[in-house]
């Protein structure tokens, strides 16, 4: 996704998904597809069913979005729906 190469993200991503469809990274990667593509809604799905769960036994759903979000924003993607997602994660 960080080249923008955003056709061959989403065809690994659903590979990746048939593969295990319960890996958390996966779904966490599809919703960041789905905001930086356009698709709120479908981001913002993921986001509501998953914000209670750990991606890791360390790592929480909450805590990795913020973090690639702000490494996103710092490679220069810029998407007002950012703060929406992170303010309905606080919720």
């Known amino acids: 996704m960080y080249s923008k190469q955003f056709d061959k993200a989403l065809k690994a991503l659903k590979e990746a998904e048939k593969m295990d469809g319960s890996e958390l990274l996966v779904q966490l990667n599809l919703a960041h597809f789905y905001l930086l593509t356009d ?22 759903w909450v805590e990795k979005t913020k973090s690639d979000f702000a490494e996103l924003q710092k490679t220069g993607f810029k998407n007002d729906d950012f703060e929406k997602i992170l303010k309905l994660l606080q919720d």
Do not use: C, G, M, P
């Open 39 to 60: 698709d709120y809604k479908r981001a913002k799905e993921l986001h509501k069913k998953y914000k209670t769960q750990n991606i890791t036994s360390k790592l929480s």
